[in-house]
T-cell receptor, first 115, second 113 residues
Framework: SAVISQKPSRDICQRGTSLTIQCQVD?????MFWYRQQPGQSLTLIAT?????????ESGFVIDKFPISRPNLTFSTLTVSNMSPEDSSIYLC????????????FGEGSRLTVL | EDQVTQSPEALRLQEGESSSLNCSYT??????LFWYRQDPGKGPEFLFT???AGEEKEKERLKATLTKKESFLHITAPKPEDSATYLC??????????????FGRGTQLTVWP
């Protein structure tokens, strides 16, 4: 199992600004996943973050909008850049332990509201 | 593209009233089907993985089953603490690697006393 801490838990942001979400895991993991959960929509994978390499982005998500850092095996950040109201959502960090099982552990999420 | 459809969107049950949630999927090369539970304000919590048609998994009042086209999450004699949103996800093989998980929109279950 894994314990995942995300910060901030919620924030209200102004249009055009950027916000960085932090994710800390209590064990070392190879891959960390960033998801977006919009009201009434399915949980959608934004990108996979591997330590020591560029993140891999899913279709519809680009690095300029959602830059990701992965400085070590227990930490990652997701930045939501130049925010618009359409970016209002819950952003979730997750890991799969054991690796490659699909059995994901999630943080509690960061709820962003963009005005 | 892989797709997951969950029904109903919302379900209200009286305590003790058993029922089932449905997850229909279309995927080429299914590797696994997953059920998660999500409480308000929390991240999803893993419940089950099913790998092949005919497989069943149980946990307390929950039992998950799998066919080639759908999965059911049966809830027997539910209690108010079973109230949550239940998410279904599928994962396929992509050549020699594993694809991403595709999630359904979930079924919001409310169990009232």
């Amino acid at each position: 199992s894994a314990v995942i801490s995300q910060k901030p838990s919620r924030d209200i942001c102004q249009r055009g600004t950027s916000l960085t979400i932090q994710c800390q895991v209590d064990s070392q993991v190879t891959m960390m996943f960033w998801y977006r959960q919009q009201p009434g929509q399915s949980l959608t994978l934004i990108a996979t973050a591997n330590q020591g390499s560029e993140a891999t982005y899913e279709s519809g998500f680009v690095i300029d909008k959602f830059p990701i850092s992965r400085p070590n095996l227990t930490f990652s950040t997701l930045t939501v850049s130049n925010m618009s109201p359409e970016d209002s959502s819950i952003y979730l960090c997750s890991v799969d332990l054991p690796a490659n099982t699909g059995e994901l552990f999630f943080g509690e999420g960061s709820r962003l509201t963009v005005l | 593209e892989d797709q997951v459809t969950q029904s109903p969107e919302a379900l209200r049950l009286q305590e003790g009233e058993s029922s089932s949630l449905n997850c229909s999927y279309t995927v080429s090369g299914l590797r696994g089907l997953f059920w998660y539970r999500q409480d308000p304000g929390k991240g999803p919590e893993f419940l089950f993985t099913l790998y092949s048609a005919g497989e069943e998994k149980e946990k307390e009042r929950l039992k998950a089953t799998l066919t080639k086209k759908e999965s059911f999450l049966h809830i027997t004699a539910p209690k108010p603490e079973d109230s949550a949103t239940y998410l279904c996800a599928v994962q396929a093989y992509r050549g020699s690697t594993l694809g991403r998980l595709y999630f359904g929109r979930g079924t919001q279950l409310t169990v009232w006393p």
